[in-house]
């Protein structure tokens, strides 16, 4: 091999020919696991709000329209109109819902399954350490 001054790229550090190559082995699940869980049980909580709302809403316009002795189910364009209402935005959070829930539910898999192997590589390595060991100069 050659002297060169020009540093040489390790290739243990090389994120392209690691990337090129596959997965990298060292990176651990749990890493992506936690945010997934926290991100999407608040999207899910958020979701869940949103379609409480939308059923709020939905009901008063019902009930707000029945006052002058008309029915929502008629078959008039102005009940149609506010039978449709909040459908659009319904389906949008209940597929939200449903995909949150599922990013929520891997995430929660994930730690289940990796429970033991999160400390070890946390550098813990149970060693008991007490006030004299945290206090010493």
Partial sequence: MEDNAAQQPDESND???SAAAGPVSTRNPVTYARPALIAGAAVAAVCIALLVIIFALDTFNAAAYSVSGQSVSDAT???R???EQYT???IGGTIVLLVSAAVALAGAVVLYLNRG??????GDDDEDVD????TRD
């Avoid at 192997?117 to 946390?122: F, G, L, P, R, V």
């Fill in 131 to 134: 006030l004299e060991d945290l």
């Fill in 77 to 79: 364009d102005e009940a």
């Fill in 117 to 122: 192997a999160a400390s070890a590589e946390d």
């Fill in 81 to 83: 109109d506010i039978r």
């Fill in 88 to 90: 659009g935005v319904r």
């Fill in 15 to 17: 994120t392209t020919a």
